[in-house]
């Protein structure tokens, strides 16, 4: 510990502090622009310098470690004359175009320049003009406004993980810009326009469409992962202009994925629902809520009555709130049925039959900081999970060593030091090869339901992810979206369980939702041999209740999965969105609330569950989901449907106070397994793109302009190509069992041999169905 | 005091850059020396300590003091810079030190290698002088090939290799963090300091980075030991020091003299004024340091301490000699907008200071100069100096001051009359090239 004297106020800080830190402790605000507690030091700005006894200059309090028995002064006559002077060298060249600049009220050297500017200026010559950058769809640019303060440069370096960002050219010269004409492409590019304290970075959707002051500014949680990242949800007159992220160094810290900040346009599209509508042969009719309710019950009522409780079921968005899944289980078992499910994406539900709980992450998010190793199966981390990533991230920079079994080898941006790269076939082969390498290694036996999987021989990738897991201090090992949708899943984890238990590792799931654990605590499975999704997608029932699915975008079975939902005799739809898929498919739709316009809970990945309440009125006519459900099940006179308020119904689901919440396990003991089933023929590696996930993101139309948002394509490796015969470019015919699609071919060398990658939850691809699945490509 | 040449020694052949030439005359003695005795490195810095050796890129920071800075038991890599980003307006000894005698530099780097544990060095040499670049390549190639460079140096367990490394002829890239980054291959800007160079420097290893004279004074130092190099120089100024004179003299050039020599004969040396006209100021360290009038400079003694009690400071021996034909407004302009060019844009004073103050001398210079401009020329560069990672700050600053608090006259005549105290045909004939009008 250091002794320190700011501003004649005694304090003891940690070695290795800087005067900014102590300053920070006392509470005393230095200025400052360039300083930012992420990022590394620049000290560029100048703006923080002070006065310290002894020194014969006035030093920056940012970058100017705290010796012991320093005296510093903060506000005296010599600091603040330094600070004035900065200020008045950052303003010669700022145009001052407050009035009509985007940050105006929001703006770091306007606020500093009430307190250290003067109201005119000495400089008197013409100022600098810079020309603006095009960073894509999401950041706009002012860089004549650009203080050269190198936020946004450190953030995409330091945070993001690419160096996209960079001051080019000398002296007044310098001008912030991306490399050569290229854009911002990074999946948390929104934060530079947080970190810019100038109006140089702009949100290029919320361009002149509010100012800060007129802005109530409402806590949310994102709906978008399973991260559960704090939101500030920005509203004016009860449309959300803007989402910024609530510092939660827990969750999100201060950053937001672009997902998360940007996916609010799609709750302001042009196809909301906003008032009931009801089928009548094949148009629609608006109608009033009493009418479409009464339809709704009624009708259900007779279709269930004459067809069997067990030709009715419920599929829930994994991204329903915990009160709306709860209600909509307990609608569905009321009416006598146990078939209801919101893991419409899943494939291979043998795990249900041994579950002991929820899957989970198995560990709180803020303690990645402390693991130093981590094995992450059959994931697209980062554009999956953006945030999660981005703690990796920083982890991988303390010493985390990451290893990767799955198909593709995106650049996660971090440095992974070992990886298999299996077809989805032979994931299972390639984890039991690994866990067959711990278990040598450390002489101890595999369960006996396991060994029939072990192979004879292990390729070297499998035992270098062994010896990497085993040579850790705090390890943990991660099972990402794309192993749970896996043919295989149940296996899979299984597998990752053995292996964790015999390296000591931490053992969890990531989950693909922001309610992938609340769902199982709400009970929105089936829990007495009822039909799961799949089941329910793969052939017709009667009746469906959906809520907020749009079935060929938010299942596995794609265009199958409407078809089924399709082939019903009388279907429910509580949907926030109007599209023709849906009203192709519906009796009744009732428009419910998106996350903004509700309370509601999410259960994130590590068992934290949040609650939330509405951000803003309802749209037109629309109802809370929650509401609606109690509403119907009063209608269809079903017993415990007498909530008064959302905070009741999550009462009966969970403790909200207990982190992590109770219920949760990963363990699958007892699971039978099945072994690799070969394949022959090109297999497909199908990803849900990162602005694909839900029926929000969909319907943001920046995001969709992002490069991230780009059409499927079929991406192969060279190898892969030149022995189909194909060449990059070609137009193709992707066919499966189930239908066919038309793509471009790609090379993308990141694609493990004999596999293409092929995007779902899009349109174009919807036809393919399966998310794994052979395929056969050929030239058109 | 007088002229002696001790790195420029005996360099009348035509190919005095060979490594024969080189040994010759006595070069790689000193290195022969050490490593046949196996010197112990703490006696190498002794010695160059004794020799009272300052740095002669500009700050004058004791050589021997530098190198026991270097953690010289701290495991992994350490490294060794030389400074031959020679970019500073009227400097231009490195250059003749490496075309002539590029040796000397080699060995000195060997000796400071082999003292500090370095286990390789870079030589960063200024971008617009290529073609020495290319010769020190050659002499690097004559080292390693009769084995005083590589593996194994002459055979002993000491190893040190040594590269060049070509700069793109940004003035920065002479600040020594700066010249750090640019070899790590970053755009060359200072790094904040602390932590210095030798506790984090290049790849964040200890490093240490010495001038290209300074390197090619050590062989010297331990061949003929410290005392020696003291005396010819004195206290606290060992040595002899290289000039790179040029300006209004009949015969601008590289002058090595002894430390402590009066300027009056240095000027002889040079052949006098040109044209026997008389003396008006002379920057006597390069064009960042403060200019000095003719009667104190006749009075200067060229050492360290003679140079700073004049107001100015020695900086890396480049003398600019300006005679009374000069305008000293124009004088100013032309500095003032090299260092507007080259500030390198990190911090705010620099960035956005340099460019004002050569606005103003602009606006001044061509008649538009207002009453309370030279008040803002104070304020300004008071606001700059001492606010900014690096010297730079200063260094485009201290011309000003100077300028105005000498010559403030002349600035005034031009803001009043809007036109020159110095005639332009006056100019024109001192420089005999062509002046433009400045009105």
């Not at chain 1, 940690?14 to 605000?29: H, K």
Request: hydrophobic letters at 40%; one cysteine or more.
């Amino acid at each position: 510990m250091l002794e320190i004297e700011i501003d004649g106020k005694q304090l003891q800080v940690a070695d290795g502090s800087t005067v900014m830190d102590a300053a920070n402790q006392v509470g005393a605000y230095i200025p400052h622009f360039c300083y930012h507690k992420k990022l590394s030091i620049a000290a560029n700005c100048r703006m923080c310098l002070v006065q310290v006894e002894k020194a014969p200059k006035p030093l920056p309090a940012c970058a100017t470690p705290v010796t012991n028995g320093m005296k510093v002064w903060t506000k005296s006559e010599a600091a603040v004359k330094a600070q004035k002077g900065v200020m008045e060298f950052l303003l010669i060249n700022h145009p001052l175009d407050c009035p009509i600049c985007d940050q105006g009220g929001e703006c770091q050297l306007q606020d500093l320049a009430v307190g250290y500017g003067e109201s005119k200026s000495r400089y008197q010559e013409e100022k600098r003009v810079v020309f603006n950058k095009n960073l894509g769809p999401l950041v706009a640019t002012d860089m004549t406004r650009c203080i050269h303060c190198t936020r946004c440069v450190r953030f995409t370096q330091e945070i993001a993980g690419l160096m996209e960002l960079g001051q080019a050219f000398r002296g007044e010269h310098s001008e912030i810009m991306p490399f050569v004409e290229k854009t911002v492409d990074s999946e948390l590019s929104g934060n530079i326009i947080d970190l810019c304290p100038v109006g140089a970075l702009t949100s290029k959707p919320f361009r002149f469409a509010a100012r800060t002051w007129e802005l109530a500014r409402r806590k949310s949680v994102s709906p978008h992962d399973s991260l559960g990242s704090n939101l500030i949800v920005q509203v004016k007159h009860d449309v959300v202009k803007r989402v910024l992220p609530l510092e939660n160094e827990a969750i999100n810290e201060c950053w937001l994925s672009d997902r998360d900040r940007f996916s609010y346009e799609g709750l302001n599209c042009a196809s909301r629902l906003t008032k009931p509508m009801i089928r009548q042969g094949d148009s629609w009719q608006e109608t009033d809520w009493q009418t479409a309710l009464e339809f709704a019950a009624t009708r259900l009522k007779a279709v269930v009555a004459a067809a069997g409780a067990e030709e009715f079921g419920a599929l829930l968005a994994s991204n329903a709130t915990v009160e709306e899944l709860y209600l909509a289980q307990k609608l569905v078992r009321g009416l006598g049925s146990d078939n209801v499910d919101f893991r419409l994406r899943q494939t291979d539900f043998s795990a249900d039959a041994v579950s002991q709980g929820a899957p989970w992450l198995g560990m709180p998010v803020a303690e990645i900081a402390d693991l130093n190793r981590l094995l992450v199966i059959g994931s697209f981390f980062r554009k999956d999970h953006p945030l999660l990533a981005q703690r990796v991230r920083q982890a991988a920079k303390r010493g985390l060593k990451v290893a990767s079994i799955h198909p593709t080898a995106d650049d996660w941006l971090l440095p992974v030091s070992a990886r298999m790269q299996p077809k989805p076939s032979e994931m299972v082969a390639a984890l039991a090869a690994v866990l067959k390498a711990v278990a040598d290694a450390e002489s101890k036996s595999v369960d006996a339901a396991l060994t029939v999987l072990l192979p004879a021989d292990m390729p070297a990738e499998a035992k270098a992810i062994a010896d990497m897991l085993l040579s850790g201090r705090q390890s943990a090992i991660w099972l990402g979206n794309f192993a749970m949708q896996h043919a295989q899943a149940a296996t899979l984890r299984r597998l990752a369980q053995e292996i964790a238990s015999i390296t000591g590792s931490s053992f969890g799931v990531i989950g693909d939702a922001a309610n992938s654990v609340g769902g199982y605590l709400a009970g929105a499975v089936p829990a007495t041999g009822g039909k799961n999704a799949a089941a329910m997608l793969s052939e017709s029932l009667k009746s469906y209740v959906l809520l907020n699915v749009e079935p060929s975008l938010d299942s596995a079975a794609g265009e199958r999965a409407r078809a089924a939902v399709a082939g019903a005799d009388f279907v429910v739809n509580l949907t926030a969105f109007n599209s023709p898929e849906l009203r192709a498919i519906s009796h009744v739709m009732l428009p419910v609330s998106p996350f903004t316009e509700t309370s509601g809970t999410f259960v994130s990945c590590e068992g934290r569950a949040q609650s939330f309440v509405a951000v803003a009125k309802p749209q037109g006519d629309t109802r809370p989901a929650w509401k609606v459900l109690r509403v119907m099940g009063n209608l269809l006179s079903l017993d415990g449907f007498d909530y008064n308020d959302s905070e009741a119904v999550r009462a009966d689901v969970l403790d909200i106070t207990a982190f992590p919440v109770a219920n949760l396990s990963n363990t699958l003991d007892g699971l039978t397994v099945s072994g690799s089933a070969a394949s022959a023929g090109i297999e497909r590696v199908a990803d849900v793109p990162i602005y694909a996930t839900d029926s929000i993101v969909r319907r943001a139309p920046a995001l969709q302009r992002a490069r991230d948002g780009a059409a499927p394509a079929a991406y192969l490796s060279a190898a892969t190509m030149t022995s189909l015969g194909l060449n990059a470019g070609d137009a193709v015919e992707a066919k499966t069992e189930q239908g066919s699609a038309r793509l471009v071919a790609k090379a993308d060398d990141t694609v493990a041999d004999g596999c293409v990658r092929i995007a779902s939850a899009h349109e174009t691809t919807a036809a393919l169905g399966g998310l794994s699945a052979v395929v056969t490509l050929e030239r058109v | 005091m007088s002229a002696r040449n001790l790195i420029l020694a005996d360099l009348d052949g035509d190919r005095t850059w060979r490594l024969q030439d080189y040994l010759a005359r006595g070069g790689y003695a000193a290195l022969k020396k050490i490593i046949a005795e196996s010197t112990p490195p703490a006696d190498i810095i002794a010695e160059v300590k004794a020799s009272v050796l300052r740095g002669r890129g500009g700050a004058g920071f004791p050589t021997g003091l530098k190198w026991s800075f270097m953690p010289r038991s701290f495991p992994g890599a350490k490294y060794l810079a030389c400074n031959s980003d020679e970019g500073e307006p009227g400097t231009f000894k490195d250059r003749d030190i490496l075309r002539y005698n590029p040796h000397s530099v080699i060995e000195g780097m060997i000796i400071a290698a082999y003292a500090m544990g370095c286990e390789r060095g870079y030589n960063y040499i200024h971008g617009e002088i290529f073609e020495v670049y290319d010769r020190f390549e050659e002499a690097l190639a004559e080292a390693r090939a009769a084995g005083l460079l590589g593996d194994k140096i002459l055979g002993s367990d000491f190893s040190f290799d040594l590269f060049a490394h070509h700069g793109y002829g940004a003035y920065i890239c002479g600040e020594e963090t700066a010249l750090l980054e640019s070899i790590e291959g970053k755009k060359g800007q200072p790094r904040f300091k602390p932590p210095f160079p030798a506790s984090y420097g290049l790849y964040g290893k200890p490093t240490t980075i010495n001038n290209t004279e300074t390197f090619a004074s050590v062989p010297f130092i331990l061949r003929d030991g410290g005392e020696t190099f003291l005396n010819y120089g004195k206290p606290n100024n060992g040595g002899t020091k290289l000039f790179s004179i040029s300006g209004h003299v009949n015969r601008p050039g590289n002058y090595e003299i002894e430390l402590g020599t009066p300027f009056s004969e240095l000027l002889e040396m040079a052949g006098g004024m040109r044209g026997g006209r008389k003396l008006k100021g002379v920057i006597p360290g390069g064009s960042s340091s403060p200019v000095v009038p003719a009667d104190i400079m006749m009075d200067c003694t060229m050492d360290y301490d003679s140079i700073s009690k004049a107001g100015s400071m020695l900086g890396s021996g480049a003398v600019i000699v300006m005679d009374e034909t000069t305008c000293m407004v124009r004088a100013l302009e032309r500095l003032s907008y090299f260092y507007f060019e080259e500030s390198c844009g990190q911090c705010t004073p620099c960035r956005e200071g340099t460019g004002w103050l050569y606005r103003v001398v602009h606006r001044i210079e061509h008649g538009l100069g207002r009453p309370d401009d030279l008040d803002l020329l104070n304020s300004v560069t008071t606001n700059i100096m001492g606010r900014t990672i690096c010297a730079l700050g200063d260094a485009a600053s201290m011309p000003v001051q100077s300028f105005v608090k000498h010559f403030g006259d002349e600035f005034a005549y031009h803001i009043e009359h809007k036109t020159c105290l110095v005639p332009d045909d006056v100019q024109r004939e001192g420089s005999k090239i062509y002046v433009g009008p400045s009105c």
